[in-house]
């Protein structure tokens, strides 16, 4: 698959600002192409078999077997088909709807996200069932990317997808992190949680990982399928939900899952070694590429953090308070582009359209309303932001006046949470396509005059 580069939007990307910050977003998303991040993982030296951290003698390897789960699952598993050549057994691609390019060297199944669903359940029983056939002579190499917790499920018994889906929904709709999340699919999954490695065993596990957790914890990244050190953790699950004030609403089969992994935690396999992780890329990859690019644009940028948290929209009234502010700075001899990346969060209460780069977007316009030059670009790396078509929003000094011009209240949007519809008429709204990639979340902020 080829990444998909943004086309430019109808307004502010016509701005000298605009273009920097596009051309900036565009030389991160090539840097963290999946594809690319796994044929310089991945090769066949001498009679070895490098895998990111792993050396694997092939006299050793009766056949190789691919497993690819997330996002960039697709462009993962060909560059890897490309690698291996005629080792290549079998295996496997889950991916998200859209997400495949139909020229994949493997079978595709295209599965829900945020929200696990029928398919994913039907990926979730594949996967095991791949794992579980292989023997001491085999090799999965497990490709991992952003996504693959909802779209690769298979609950633990007693556990329904209706009663999977309704508890994720309410954790993300809560406002939980993914590391709350990840804890509560841990102990409800067969595959969470070094489930997958433990099904395999005793196959060698190779598992390449594209992270889009911040601090790129193996446990988190797609819920730890070949972690073994990250047995489910009952009481971090019940913490997470009730944290969230869904603890006394869970349904009861969750709540019963939570009860029995507290009493009974897996066994690891007799040899934990079988299994190698790597992460072969990441926001900070992205991080340092846009910084470059910055650079190779005249400008000075300047890396604010690579942990973003918090509320979407708090974090992007910050934001924007400090992008309003570069036209001082560049004066003072201090920076004019500032980037940061991260993992935000939007507690939903209302019934619209949106994404936590979609409201960083929106909440920064208001702070950089009227200011000249002034640009900022909030977007995922993966090219969809939230339930949307739209990867994250590229507003200026002019958005909220289009938007108001057009009778569009920013208040309004966000009781509501349809802050496409703010950027959408305020012609600002960032659209991609799937990138190929899964990094996390980019925010470029810059000034440079017309």
């Known amino acids: ?24 977003y565009q030389a991160a998303l090539r840097a963290v192409r999946a594809d690319a991040l796994v044929r310089a993982a991945l090769r066949v030296e001498g009679g070895d078999l490098i895998a990111g951290d792993a050396r694997v003698p092939l006299d050793a390897i009766a056949g190789v077997h691919v497993l690819a789960v997330g996002k960039a699952a697709a462009p993962m598993a060909t560059a890897a088909a490309e690698a291996l050549g005629g080792r290549l057994a079998g295996g496997l691609i889950v991916t998200k709807r859209g997400h495949a390019s139909g020229t994949e060297a493997l079978p595709v199944i295209e599965a829900g996200h945020p929200t696990p669903d029928a398919r994913s359940l039907e990926a979730g029983a594949a996967a095991h069932a791949l794992a579980a056939r292989l023997g001491e002579r085999d090799l999965l190499l497990c490709l991992l990317s952003g996504g693959a917790s909802a779209l690769m499920e298979l609950p633990v018994e007693g556990v329904s997808l209706e009663d999977l889906s309704a508890v994720t929904r309410r954790l993300l709709e809560a406002g939980a992190p993914i590391e709350e999340l990840n804890a509560v699919r841990a102990c409800v999954s067969r595959l969470k949680a070094g489930g997958l490695a433990r099904a395999a065993f005793p196959a060698r596990v190779v598992c390449l990982a594209v992270s889009d957790v911040i601090g790129n914890d193996l446990a988190v990244i797609g819920s730890g399928p070949c972690h073994l050190a990250a047995a489910p953790d009952a009481a971090r699950a019940e913490t997470a939900l009730a944290r969230r004030g869904l603890l006394r609403h869970a349904p009861a089969s969750v709540s019963e899952a939570l009860r029995r992994a507290a009493a009974s935690p897996p066994a690891r396999p007799a040899d934990a070694a079988h299994v190698t992780e790597t992460v072969i890329g990441d926001l900070w990859t992205a991080l340092d590429a846009a910084r470059e690019a910055g650079r190779g644009l005249g400008l000075r940028p300047a890396v604010l953090t690579g942990s973003l948290r918090g509320e979407a929209r ?42 936590r780069s979609q409201e960083i977007a929106a909440a920064a316009s208001a702070e950089i309303d009227g200011a000249e030059g002034v640009a900022l670009l909030a977007a995922g790396t993966d090219g969809t932001d939230g339930p949307t078509d739209a990867a994250g929003g590229l507003v200026d000094g002019q958005t909220a006046e289009r938007a108001r011009s057009r009778g569009v209240a920013l208040e309004a949007c966000f009781a509501a949470n349809d802050t496409y519809t703010y950027l959408m008429e305020a012609g600002a709204l960032l659209r991609t396509g799937p990138t190929g990639s899964n990094v996390g979340d980019l925010v470029i902020a810059l000034h440079r005059p017309a």
């Open 1 to 24: 698959m080829t990444a998909m580069h943004p086309a430019p939007t109808p307004d502010t990307s016509a701005t000298p600002a605009g273009r920097a910050a596009m051309a900036i």
């Open 314 to 355: 708090c974090a992007g009234a910050l934001l924007g308070a400090m992008a309003r502010d570069l036209p001082r700075t560049a004066r003072d001899g201090g920076p004019d582009c500032l980037l940061a990346g991260g993992e935000t969060t939007v507690t939903v209460r209302g019934q619209g359209r949106g994404g």
